[in-house]
T-cell receptor, first 115, second 112 residues
Framework: EAGVAQSPRYKIIEKRQSVAFWCNPI?????LYWYQQILGQGPKLLIQ????????DSQLPKDRFSAERLKGVDSTLKIQPAKLEDSAVYLC?????????????FGPGTRLTVL | GQQLNQSPQSMFIQEGEDVSMNCTSS?????WLWYKQEPGEGPVLLIA?????ELTSNGRLTAQFGITRKDSFLNISASIPSDVGIYFC????????????FGKGTRLHILP
């Protein structure tokens, strides 16, 4: 079974530029999450999708961050414009209802550096 | 908001030693989770706990859900080099659809 795919793996941009990340969850997984992991911290949830609907985006900085999952499969997370404090690893995870326990499968992440 | 305090922040141990780390919360959690993250990878779930007092093992790893529902610990017995990584505790306060909150992690280093 293929895991959660993310691209790009690394991205370096200057502040005020825009950037987009892509995630393809495990096939059949209806729930998709985007997390932000700042160096030395644990992951922090940005947004949770159930199919193509948003379940929780309470911690998403909506003035600059946006995310979509139009067809309920893959998803994109965009930052526009980026700030220095957005430097972090952006993790995507997927989960299927009914699977054993709380197994969220994480992708390898996209490491963003904002200069 | 809810916070998790995980300790220690880092550990340096000799190969073969046992390891213990813990996590406390400011509020009651219904689910405790322990993850391991290696460089360049996302976290991988090690153990999930759903009931107060529950003790669960996964190979050399053992985790417990504290009776007060505000704490959990993870033990690793007879550490080996591949145990190196960052261990995160995480919790969920209410139902399974509620978001998971992560601790800041314990970085485990193993000396040869």
């Amino acid at each position: 079974e293929a895991g959660v795919a993310q691209s790009p793996r690394y991205k370096i941009i200057e502040k005020r530029q825009s950037v987009a990340f892509w995630c393809n969850p495990i096939s059949g997984h209806a729930t998709l999450y985007w997390y932000q992991q700042i160096l030395g911290q644990g992951p922090k949830l940005l947004i949770q999708f159930q199919n193509n609907g948003v379940v929780d985006d309470s911690q998403l900085p909506k003035d600059r961050f946006s995310a979509e999952r139009l067809k309920g499969v893959d998803s994109t997370l965009k930052i526009q414009p980026a700030k220095l404090e957005d430097s972090a690893v952006y993790l995507c995870a997927s989960y299927i209802a009914g699977s054993s326990g709380d197994t969220q499968y994480f992708g390898p992440g996209t490491r963003l550096t904002v200069l | 908001g809810q916070q998790l305090n995980q300790s220690p922040q880092s550990m340096f141990i000799q190969e073969g030693e046992d390891v213990s780390m813990n996590c406390t919360s400011s509020s009651i959690f219904n689910t405790w989770l322990w993850y391991k993250q290696e460089p360049g990878e996302g976290p991988v779930l090690l153990i999930a706990l759903y009931k107060a007092g529950e003790l669960t093992s996964n190979g050399r790893l053992t985790a417990q859900f504290g009776i007060t529902r505000k704490d959990s610990f993870l033990n690793i017995s007879a550490s080996i080099p591949s145990d190196v990584g960052i261990y995160f505790c995480a919790g969920r306060a209410t139902n399974r659809d509620d978001k998971i909150i992560f601790g800041k992690g314990t970085r485990l280093h193993i000396l040869p």
